[in-house]
């Protein structure tokens, strides 16, 4: 588990926080250009030879990828947590751990896609209300999927905990997380508002392209994911990370207090012993009735056969 630390999250916060770190954040977004130029490459040559565009191929380029999503996400957790970051080591670092989970999760967001992808126009071209049930329970089950995925990645590389923890977690964070959620669907609407605008403006195909392609390669997957982060991980500290941090200090506090008082011999008992059995004194640190020291010391002397 990742230790942290209560901070005040803001927008200010957000940008200085990415701006102080860009440097080393443009090596995990050229790292991460490299695989999505392989696929978009061959996504480009298989077009041209087929001469029309596949939309299966083109969506598995969301299980071909997640593993290096893993590292990016791995990345902008630790940036989004303040702690210092290594951009090789943690990126590989976090596919390592976490390609799994990545992989796992892809396939059934590739399967919702796809689903949506065939259901979209049949709704349109059928007026079946069965159709139209369909579609709905689609759309639900990908906002819930997407609303629990803004969580389970974060929540992935953040905790050392198993598969089903993430799931039930995540499903709770949906509720508890909802504010923060919204927060990302409406910052990634923004950056892709922007994006597009930039595009328009220059009214250029190649241009275009080619901006596209420089915002791709410097900076928009680790925006993107910074986002994502930024925004679950401060429900998910709330609500997971402090919480179970403060129960876990707790537990050590009790077992220290618990080992001093069973290290007390009857002799370092005895000057709290004398006295009203019902009266209060102090000991180990708490308010207790002078009768429980009398029982601690006819336990330790029944102990030592005395």
Same mark, same amino acid.
């Given at each position: 588990?990742?230790?942290?630390?209560?901070?005040?999250?803001?927008?200010?916060?957000?940008?200085?926080?990415?701006?102080?770190?860009?440097?080393?954040?443009?090596?995990?977004?050229?790292?991460?250009?490299?695989?999505?130029?392989?696929?978009?490459?061959?996504?480009?040559?298989?077009?041209?030879?087929?001469?029309?565009?596949?939309?299966?191929?083109?969506?598995?380029?969301?299980?071909?990828?997640?593993?290096?999503?893993?590292?990016?996400?791995?990345?902008?957790?630790?940036?989004?947590?303040?702690?210092?970051?290594?951009?090789?080591?943690?990126?590989?670092?976090?596919?390592?751990?976490?390609?799994?989970?990545? %992989? &796992? $999760?892809?396939?059934?967001?590739?399967?919702?896609?796809? +689903?949506?992808?065939? *259901?979209?126009? @049949?709704?349109?071209?059928?007026?079946?209300?069965?159709?139209?049930?369909?579609?709905?329970?689609?759309?639900?089950?990908?906002?819930?999927?997407?609303?629990?995925?803004?969580?389970?990645?974060?929540?992935?590389?953040?905790?050392?905990?198993?598969?089903?923890?993430?799931?039930?977690?995540?499903?709770?964070?949906?509720?508890?997380?909802?504010?923060?959620?919204?927060?990302?669907?409406?910052?990634?609407?923004?950056?892709?508002?922007?994006?597009?605008?930039?595009?328009? %403006? &220059? $009214?250029?195909?190649?241009?275009?392209?080619?901006?596209? +392609?420089?915002?791709? *390669?410097?900076? @928009?997957?680790?925006?993107?994911?910074?986002?994502?982060?930024?925004?679950?991980?401060?429900?998910?500290?709330?609500?997971?990370?402090?919480?179970?941090?403060?129960?876990?200090?707790?537990?050590?506090?009790?077992?220290?207090?618990?080992?001093?008082?069973?290290?007390?011999?009857?002799?370092?008992?005895?000057?709290?012993?004398?006295?009203?059995?019902?009266?209060?004194?102090?000991?180990?640190?708490?308010?207790?009735?002078?009768?429980?020291?009398?029982?601690?010391?006819?336990?330790?002397?029944?102990?030592?056969?005395?």
């Amino acid at each position: 588990m990742s230790e942290t630390r209560t901070r005040k999250y803001s927008l200010s916060d957000f940008f200085v926080n990415y701006f102080s770190n860009f440097g080393r954040v443009l090596i995990v977004n050229l790292l991460f250009a490299v695989p999505l130029a392989v696929y978009a490459g061959g996504i480009i040559t298989l077009t041209y030879y087929q001469e029309e565009i596949s939309w299966l191929i083109v969506l598995l380029g969301i299980p071909f990828m997640s593993p290096f999503f893993a590292g990016l996400t791995n990345v902008c957790r630790k940036l989004t947590a303040e702690k210092t970051f290594r951009p090789i080591k943690d990126y590989f670092g976090g596919i390592k751990e976490n390609w799994l989970f990545f %992989l &796992i $999760n892809s396939m059934f967001l590739y399967a919702l896609s796809v +689903g949506m992808f065939f *259901i979209i126009p @049949l709704s349109r071209q059928s007026g079946s209300s069965a159709v139209l049930m369909y579609l709905i329970i689609m759309i639900l089950s990908m906002a819930v999927f997407l609303f629990m995925d803004l969580s389970a990645v974060v929540m992935t590389a953040t905790l050392d905990i198993g598969f089903a923890d993430v799931i039930r977690n995540s499903m709770v964070m949906i509720i508890k997380g909802f504010f923060n959620h919204l927060k990302t669907l409406f910052a990634l609407m923004f950056v892709a508002f922007v994006v597009y605008s930039i595009i328009a %403006l &220059i $009214n250029n195909l190649v241009a275009g392209l080619i901006i596209a +392609g420089v915002l791709v *390669i410097l900076l @928009l997957p680790t925006l993107t994911m910074y986002i994502i982060t930024y925004n679950s991980y401060q429900a998910i500290e709330k609500h997971i990370i402090l919480p179970y941090s403060e129960e876990v200090q707790r537990e050590k506090l009790a077992k220290i207090e618990k080992e001093k008082e069973d290290a007390m011999t009857v002799d370092d008992l005895l000057p709290l012993a004398k006295g009203d059995p019902d009266e209060y004194v102090m000991f180990n640190g708490k308010t207790v009735k002078r009768k429980v020291v009398l029982q601690m010391i006819e336990v330790r002397k029944n102990g030592n056969g005395e």
